[in-house]
């Protein structure tokens, strides 16, 4: 079965910098999109960037231009490298993924287990 796996976060001061990784495991399957959501305590969970087919990123508002995406096709891999931190990026960060599995007629979202990262002020 697919697995996303996801690595990093943790605690960090305001203005620092962190990464996180999803690597995606199960045998034989399709990119089609990944992304990277994130739901502080008492929020809904939100978007916070996307990549379609390895090419076109996109972006929440209010983490352009200090986050990241990118993603290692060799690897299965993506990452988001987060900089200059604020307290209102504390959140536990989910991976997502929309995949095609063996000869499935339809993309399957699958998600990580999430990982804590915390922003002191």
């Known amino acids: 079965q697919v697995q996303l796996v996801e690595s990093g976060g943790g605690l960090v001061q305001a203005g620092g910098s962190s990464r996180l990784s999803c690597a995606v495991f199960g045998g034989v399957f399709s990119f089609t999109s990944m992304g990277w959501y994130r739901q502080a305590a008492g929020k809904q969970r939100e978007l916070v960037a996307t990549i379609n087919n390895g090419a076109d990123i996109t972006y929440a508002d209010s983490v352009k231009g200090r986050f990241t995406m990118s993603r290692a096709s060799a690897d299965n891999t993506v990452f988001l490298q987060m900089n200059s931190l604020k307290p209102e990026d504390t959140a536990v960060y989910y991976c997502?993924?929309?995949?095609?599995?063996?000869?499935?007629?339809?993309?399957?979202?699958?998600w990580g287990q999430g990982t804590q990262v915390t922003v002191s002020s």
């Open positions: 997502q993924a929309d995949l095609f599995v063996g000869r499935g007629l339809a993309a399957v979202t699958y």
